[in-house]
């Protein structure tokens, strides 16, 4: 068997063993590009997954606006191809039309407000069943495993798109879910040296990824969408000659 032909049964055999678990092929559509290429290359097969759950944390109200925010720009480019979302909690903190910032449109999500927490899972579980959606956003603190594995189940067969919201959970537990991620609020940088502030800025922490490598990186929502925020210029102060301050 020649070099060629091995290398081919490989790379055959990362793809089943990367469907097995749950990781199929990323949709063809502008989804796949929606996180810059320094995220995407921490997956498997270098693209951000789709058609699977994905977990964030946030410990304080700062962090679960951050969290908001980046799952908005997510969104956004999942139903770029069209599509509605579902949003559902039992204790909802979003502006819907800040959304529009994230270039999603309001009157395509719609929000599900809930009571009890276990209604939350109910409906979550029900929407990530129906391949209508482009993707369901489930605001919840406590999740089992077991919970997270029927969640998972459901989008592999559906391959609608979850993103699991856990605020302040009593632990963090291991799910089902194909990454965890922690994002927290960074000061913007003004553009071009004008008054006030610049594009949001969140430092995004992949925690866990099946078959990946975890990482952290400081992104930048801006005009075209997610990036990498440039790394600011640092001024030195001007060295004044001894001289210059003794008789200056």
């Not at 209508?132 to 919970?147: K, N, P, R, W």
């Not at 537990?173 to 940088?189: D, E, I």
Request: glycine share 8%; aromatic share 8%.
């Amino acid at each position: 068997m020649d070099v060629v032909r091995k290398k081919e049964m490989i790379a055959e055999l990362r793809r089943q063993v990367v469907a097995m678990e749950g990781l199929g092929p990323a949709k063809a559509d502008a989804a796949t590009a929606m996180v810059p290429a320094a995220i995407a290359a921490a997956f498997p097969q270098h693209s951000f997954p789709t058609g699977v759950t994905h977990e964030f944390i946030s410990l304080s109200p700062a962090a679960a606006a951050a969290a908001s925010g980046f799952m908005a720009g997510l969104l956004a480019g999942l139903m770029r191809a069209g599509g509605c979302c579902l949003w559902i909690s039992s204790r909802r903190q979003i502006f819907p039309p800040a959304l529009r910032l994230f270039g999603v449109e309001p009157h395509r999500v719609v929000f599900v407000d809930l009571q009890r927490e276990r209604d939350v899972l109910w409906a979550v579980e029900e929407a990530l069943k129906c391949s209508a959606l482009a993707a369901v956003v489930g605001e919840l603190q406590e999740l089992s495993f077991t919970a997270s594995r029927r969640l998972q189940l459901a989008v592999e067969r559906s391959r609608v798109t979850g993103f699991l919201h856990r605020y302040q959970p009593r632990r963090e537990n291991t799910l089902a879910c194909v990454s965890r991620w922690k994002v927290t609020p960074v000061a913007s940088v003004a553009v071009g040296g004008l008054p006030g502030v610049g594009f949001p800025r969140w430092q995004v922490q992949l925690v866990r990824v099946r078959n990946g490598r975890p990482g952290s990186w400081v992104v930048e929502w801006g005009r075209d969408g997610f990036r990498i925020a440039p790394t600011p210029v640092i001024q030195r102060p001007v060295e004044v000659p001894e001289q210059a301050v003794r008789y200056g």
